[in-house]
């Protein structure tokens, strides 16, 4: 971490720590019975929903169940060659509306999902691990039927994407992966990885989410997130609001579990194994998830990887500077 940021004070040292993505909807799906009632309607008609040819402008979401009970909210929209994109901590599949929007309007199928214990999904209180989250989107692929996808993973969800397609690559469905502003290989300083983060970053990430997350939701976005608190920058209360919004809907105690998920995981051998070309994506001034423990170690890791950074862009820059990103996703996906 910089000077700055070991000298800030407590809270904006749990703040600068470390990124991941969000986009939910509020509290009233928490604690409301109409929405209780909504997940379970839409679970009921789940394998029903795709059995029909879909309108190449057809624009769906509804419920898968996993094995172990818990419910998957998802969007999927269009037709064409399918992109699953995988939100950070601890927001929603709300975070990628400028690149779903984008990218269907180029003729391409897009899906989101809420990880378990984010947005509308179950709150289940277990199966915050890597392994668990690979598994739902095999799940929901499996579900869905995709074929040829494309995976696109920001912070956490970067490292979802790379425990799913490291694992389960050889099932045939995966055409390539993104990986923009994502944790692996590893977050967690330790004598293997000495620049990472230290634990004291993380506990406080959990002091703050038991202590105060509404407030604690607000920090982030407002300040390292999406390079708010740079001079000059132009910050947007829009996108701080919906940021509060999508970490707010989901499980205080699944989003508390999976900072040690993003953490600690160590995706090394992961990165080793995927033989699809990977597109790396990294902000030099990604005060969230620093660029030279991340991407370019990651990069190297890869059979295939392609690394692409970005002079000054933030950890949320999918968002900030979503026509840049945009632009050369389209390029790679198109390669």
Known sequence: MTDDIQNASRRHVMVAGLGLVATAA???????????????????????????????????????????????????????QPIVFHHGWPLSADDWDAQMLYFLGKGYRVIAHDRRGHGRSSQPGYGNDMDTYAADVAELAEHLDL?????????????????????????????????????????LKSDKNPG??????????RTSIAANRAQFYRDIPE????????????????????????????????????????????????LKKIKVPVLVMHGTDDQIVPIADSALLAAKLLKNGTLKTYDGLPHGMATTHAEIINADLLKFFQA
């Not at 970067?158 to 995966?174: A, F, L, W």
């Open 196 to 205: 990472g983060l230290p634990l004291e970053v993380f506990d406080g990430f």
């Open 147 to 187: 074929k040829n996808a494309i995976h696109v993973g920001h912070s956490t969800g970067g490292g979802e994407v790379t425990r799913y397609v490291g694992n389960y690559e050889s099932r045939g469905r995966i055409a390539k992966a993104v990986l923009i502003g994502a944790i692996p290989p590893v977050m």
């Open 223 to 270: 300040g390292p997130f999406y390079g708010f608190n740079r001079p000059g920058a132009k910050v947007s209360q829009g996108v701080i609001d919906n940021w509060w919004r999508q970490g707010m809907m989901g499980s205080a105690k699944d989003q508390y579990d999976c900072v040690e998920v993003f953490s600690e995981t160590d995706f090394t051998d992961d």
């Open 26 to 80: 509020a509290a009233s799906f928490t604690n409301s019975a109409e929405a209780a009632s909504h997940k379970h309607s839409a679970a009921a008609n789940q394998k029903t929903a795709h059995s029909t040819a879909k309108d190449k402008n057809a624009m769906t979401s509804s419920y898968i169940t996993t094995k172990d009970g818990t419910q998957i909210f998802y969007k999927d929209w269009g037709t064409g």
